[in-house]
């Protein structure tokens, strides 16, 4: 399997600033979940976001994939960007070090 990392944004800048609306709101959650799931199926490797409310805020979702094309169909899969929520693009990516002993995350914060 190879590794991915696509990134996304907000389609809105003020989803940060002024909060989301509705639609928004339930495609960030349907987003949350999905990704919850692919971790599960340990498709998913790390996600995050950065946590400025400004024009460079920025997630990224890192995971494996067998093709390129499995790797679009992902990300597009994604509820967030399939809904407009956010826009998202694909990188190839190669994780070059990892810590397993790191300190564990602030599951869901955010």
Same mark, same amino acid.
């Given at each position: 399997m190879k590794q991915y990392l696509y990134r996304i944004h907000p389609s809105r800048a003020a989803m940060?600033?002024?909060?989301?609306?509705?639609?928004?709101?339930v495609a960030v959650d349907e987003h949350f979940a999905y990704l919850q799931r692919l971790v599960g199926e340990n498709v998913v490797l790390l996600a995050g976001r950065? /946590?400025?409310?400004?024009? +460079?805020?920025?997630g990224i979702v890192i995971f494996v994939a067998a093709t390129a094309a499995q790797a /679009?169909?992902?990300? +597009?899969?994604?509820?967030?960007?399939?809904?407009?929520?956010m826009t998202a693009e694909l990188f190839p990516y190669r994780i070059a070090l990892w810590s397993p002993q790191g300190p564990p995350p602030e599951v869901g914060a955010g």
């Open positions: 940060l600033t002024e909060g989301p609306t509705r639609e928004e709101a950065t /946590l400025n409310q400004d024009e +460079h805020a920025f /679009l169909a992902i990300m +597009h899969g994604d509820p967030a960007v399939k809904q407009g929520g």
